[in-house]
């Protein structure tokens, strides 16, 4: 048992000091950032647009009243509890969606794109041709022999 606590805590700590980690927090808290963004993109900008072409009706008011079954339910204020079936709701958390998985979807298209071309780059400078080589002593003193028996 010990063992293997060991060699899990060694590829953890492998793990750790590649910068997988760090990467993963910056992920994380970078998305948590965007998130806030496109919700309030979304109900701040997109919503009331939407809205504002039916009839000014918000989709937080999209909601179904759900019958109760077994009588009704006060709360502590004496009030009836009411479930309601928020579809609204459900469709303003798509929309952030669909906006924040185009966003990513973008961001991997222009990675791809860098990539490519840094490989038809890399591509290009391997396929380079290569100076001849120089030639050899035994070549150079042919050469000459040959230059001077032309004169």
Do not use: C
């Amino acid at each position: 048992m010990g063992k293997k606590k060991s060699r899990f805590l060694k590829e953890f700590k492998e793990f750790a000091m590649k910068g997988n980690m760090l990467d993963l927090a910056v992920g994380v808290i970078v998305g948590g950032a965007f998130k806030t963004v496109v919700d309030a993109l979304t109900n701040s900008v997109i919503m009331p647009v939407v809205s504002m072409f039916l009839g000014g009706l918000s989709f937080e008011e999209w909601k179904i009243r759900l019958p109760q079954f077994f009588g009704e339910k006060l709360d502590e204020n004496g009030e009836v509890i009411v479930n309601y079936l928020r579809f609204g709701d459900f469709l303003s958390a798509f929309i952030n969606f669909v906006i924040m998985a185009f966003v990513v979807f973008l961001i991997v298209k222009t990675v791809n794109r860098l990539r490519e071309a840094g490989e038809k780059h890399r591509k290009k400078e391997a396929e380079a041709p290569a100076a001849p080589p120089e030639p050899t002593k035994e070549e150079q003193l042919l050469t000459e022999i040959r230059d001077l028996l032309k004169k």
